[in-house]
């Protein structure tokens, strides 16, 4: 490598510290790391220290992440991974297909002998190396030379090979002013995220008390000015809403049923369409009308039409009748006991070929509030919340793609070594 290579080893974005301290140097990562061997003999750790390895979460703990140990009858020959300690697992990921490397940030514990495990010399700082191959450019260009797939796409790999390739990394003073910086990061992503979650639980919390229970026609928790009410009204679903078979019209946008979101509109989708995208052969919804997704309602699959749109023939699409609030509907029909409900009236030899129809879903009955003011009450309580979720999320979007900003001037740019 001739001297202008290495000039453009140098990252983007430096501390004023280490401007002018020249290129990164290139070393074997046998040199920043070294295998780790100590085994869990004493059983000094059991089933509840049990770590895994995330793509997104890093190593994790199986029954805080995942609700259960995963391990083996024995743990005897489980790997310790300590603090800091660094993880290779050869399990492929669609965006990591040779396996991934993370460090353990949190409490010691075991993992599998299917995984490999390292801990870093006087030279290296472990969350550098992890930042380092969170870059999926890094990561893959490093570890493809080194592993070898075998027929059934398993990895072929000695824990030792995984060292023996090279990257480029600064003196260990610039390793950790870079770790520190993207760890005060990581520490606001992770509190916004469970700002998310928190929202999450409250907005679960709150559907479960301002609809009533099973078995219940009055909420436990009700408007005051509602109150005095009395019980909510029993009707079939038929008498709520009818069955739009409108032809498609020209002119209208399209839109998809998810379960996630709702209604949105198919071209800002990240995905192809092969169906009818001509007019005549999808259906019209209006605005209001309420769409579901016959093979996926039972999922959660339905929205309310924001505007006039098309929407594909396989979805049903219901016309509020005029003391029904579509908005309200929707949300009742996210319930988990409603799902359940949808379910048991749903067509299908299996659960994966479930489908609603129209005829089936008018017989189901339903609770809900008469007077279309309290329907509309609780649709704008829920719809703010969902507000409120919209901007967290946003708000996290931002600081990951302003994280990914920084990886990629914080690091030389690989991509630029053709060497």
């Known amino acids: 490598m001739n001297a202008n290579k290495f000039a453009l080893l140098v990252p ?12 990164w140097d290139r070393k074997k990562l046998h040199e920043l790391l070294f295998e ?21 979460y890093g190593c994790v703990n199986q029954i805080e992440f995942m609700g259960r140990s995963y391990a083996g009858a024995s743990l005897k020959d489980y790997h310790v991974v300590e603090t800091g300690d660094i993880v290779y697992t050869k399990s492929p990921l669609k965006k990591s297909p040779f396996g991934i490397i993370k ?16 801990r870093t010399t ?9 930042h380092y191959f969170s870059r999926n450019y890094n990561l893959n260009s490093y570890l493809q030379p080194i592993v070898k797939k075998g027929a059934k796409n398993d990895m072929k790999v000695n824990n030792s090979d995984v060292l ?15 770790a520190d910086c993207l760890g005060s990061l990581d520490d606001l992503i992770a509190a916004e995220g469970r700002k998310l979650e928190a929202l999450r639980r409250y907005k679960q919390g709150l559907m479960q008390q301002i609809f009533p229970q099973p078995g219940e026609t009055v909420p436990s928790l009700r408007f005051p000015e509602f109150r005095d009410n ?6 079939k679903a038929g008498s709520l809403f009818m069955n739009r078979r409108d032809r498609g019209e020209e002119g209208l946008p399209i839109y998809s049923v998810t379960m996630h979101d709702g209604m949105v509109r198919r071209d800002s989708l990240n995905r192809d369409y092969y169906d009818i995208e001509e007019a005549a052969g999808n259906k019209t919804a209006r605005k209001n009308d309420i769409v579901y997704n016959m093979m996926r309602m039972w999922q959660g699959a339905i929205g309310v039409a924001p505007e006039d749109c098309l929407v594909s023939p396989a979805y049903i699409v219901l016309i509020p009748q005029n003391h029904v609030v579509s908005k309200f509907f929707e949300y009742m029909f996210k319930l988990s006991s409603s799902m359940d409900i949808l379910t048991s009236y749903s067509r299908g030899l299996t659960k994966d070929r479930l489908r609603l129809y129209y005829d089936d879903f008018a ?29 967290q999320m946003q708000t996290l979007d931002v600081l990951r793609q302003h994280k990914q900003g920084l990886l990629q001037q914080l690091f030389p740019s690989l991509e630029e070594d053709d060497s």
């Open 230 to 235: 009395g019980a909510w009204e029993e009707g």
């Open 12 to 23: 983007k974005l430096r501390f004023p510290k280490y401007r002018k301290a020249g290129h």
């Open 164 to 178: 023996s390739g090279e990257i480029y990394a600064p003196i260990i003073e610039e390793q950790q002013k870079i």
């Open 122 to 130: 006087e030279i290296a700082h472990p969350s550098f190396l992890d």
């Open 363 to 391: 017989r189901i009955p339903l609770y809900y509030p008469k007077n279309p003011e309290e329907q509309q009450r609780v649709a704008s309580c829920l719809s703010s919340l969902d507000t409120m979720l919209s901007a």
């Open 36 to 56: 780790s061997k100590q085994r869990n003999r004493e059983l000094k750790y059991g089933r509840k220290d049990v770590l895994s390895v995330s793509g997104e």
């Open 103 to 118: 460090e353990n940030k949190g409490n010691s514990g075991i993992v599998s002998t299917l995984y490999a495990v390292y």
